[in-house]
């Protein structure tokens, strides 16, 4: 039976006292030593939950049960201030409108369903283990992210084309390149970013401007496409549906679930998944996929719902500095105990 070498006896927000420690966690006045509640306890409390008509928080508990925390005190999420942050290219300067939110609030009205799956062991604890390293950033997504290139100045449906269009460049592309060529968007075309400019502009010259973008030539058309379906179909502003970002040129379901959660504040419509989380959740064992829509599919059957939109945000970063797709640097990563590392070649 696994013995804790450290064990501390913490107030719990509901008056009782939990024992935690890194790798175990059980209530008070249980006997015995457990990793995980057992698949039949979870359930009986959630059946308890659904009698008391308890809200959606408490069922999100009961959902991540084991969630990490120390002191008695929740893990803060990853948050930024209020400030410019300069970015790896000359003459790029990202401004931070808003901290990253990397929890999820439940839309008013809308009850979600439990989880379709039972979840990995210890996923619960990987994930902690990994907002650790990621809380202090130091990855290009942090301050060149597609969420953060927008105008702060601008009108909110501006705003919200800005993250498109950053979105739509940064396929095949580093976030470097996708920061500096939007903010050439910005300062060259006349009026700025936004769906007019973009149809006014000759496409010669709006493909001169994304050079250095992958596929950028193709991208130009892209834009050109989903501007004019814009204008035509919404009023001058993206699309606020699922099935209305899927008609865009350039546009797939790893992007349109992006744009609901970044640009519309609707993280709720599904996880966006890009090669970075379909890598990592594979070598992690949490899911077991050939593609990114396979995956998305496989963690929405057991992720709870408030880690929707952190899950994105954390394993991009961490994918970018340590869990790389060649030569991923096992020996900083604080998951490498825990990790059967499936499809890498570590000597770690």
Not at 56 to 72: I, Q, W
Not at 117 to 124: S, T, V
Not at 174 to 194: F, M, N, S, V, Y
Request: glycine content about 8%.
């Amino acid at each position: 039976m696994h013995r804790c070498r450290a064990l501390s006896r913490l107030p719990a927000h509901d008056g009782h006292h939990h024992h935690r420690c890194c790798c175990c966690y059980f209530l008070a006045g249980i006997t015995g030593v457990a990793p995980l509640p057992t698949t039949s306890t979870v359930a009986r409390m959630r059946r308890r939950i659904k009698r008391d008509g308890s809200t959606f928080a408490e069922t999100a508990a009961v959902n991540a049960p084991l969630k990490r925390s120390r002191g008695g005190l929740p893990v803060l999420p990853i948050q930024y201030d209020n400030e410019s942050h300069p970015s790896y290219c000359a003459h790029v300067e990202v401004r931070l409108e808003q901290p990253v939110a990397l929890t999820t609030q439940t839309p008013p009205g809308m009850s979600l369903p439990p989880p379709k799956k039972p979840p990995p062991r210890n996923w619960e604890w990987i994930y902690g283990q990994i907002e650790d390293m990621r809380k202090d950033g130091g990855a290009p997504v942090d301050t060149l992210g597609c969420e953060r290139l927008f105008d702060p100045a601008a009108a909110e449906h501006v705003k919200r084309f800005h993250i498109l269009v950053a979105l739509m460049m940064s396929s095949q592309t580093k976030d470097q390149i996708t920061a500096a060529a939007h903010e050439r968007l910005r300062a060259q075309l006349p009026g700025g970013l936004t769906v007019d400019s973009i149809l006014a502009v000759p496409e010669d010259t709006l493909v001169s401007i994304l050079y250095g973008v992958g596929f950028y030539r193709r991208k130009a058309e892209y834009l050109k496409g989903a501007a004019k379906l814009c204008k035509d179909k919404h009023n001058g502003d993206i699309p606020a549906t699922l099935e209305g970002l899927l008609e865009l040129p350039g546009v797939g379901p790893k992007m349109a679930y992006l744009v609901m959660g970044c640009a519309w504040n609707k993280p709720h419509t599904g996880i966006g998944v890009d090669v970075h989380v379909h890598r990592i959740t594979n070598r992690l064992g949490w899911v077991k996929t050939k593609n990114p829509e396979e995956t998305r599919k496989a963690l929405e059957d057991w992720l709870p719902f408030e880690k929707y939109h952190s899950i994105n945000y954390l394993l991009v970063g961490l994918g970018q500095t340590i869990c790389k797709p060649v030569s991923p640097a096992c020996d900083k990563c604080l998951c490498r105990d825990m990790c059967p590392k499936i499809g890498t070649r570590s000597k770690d």
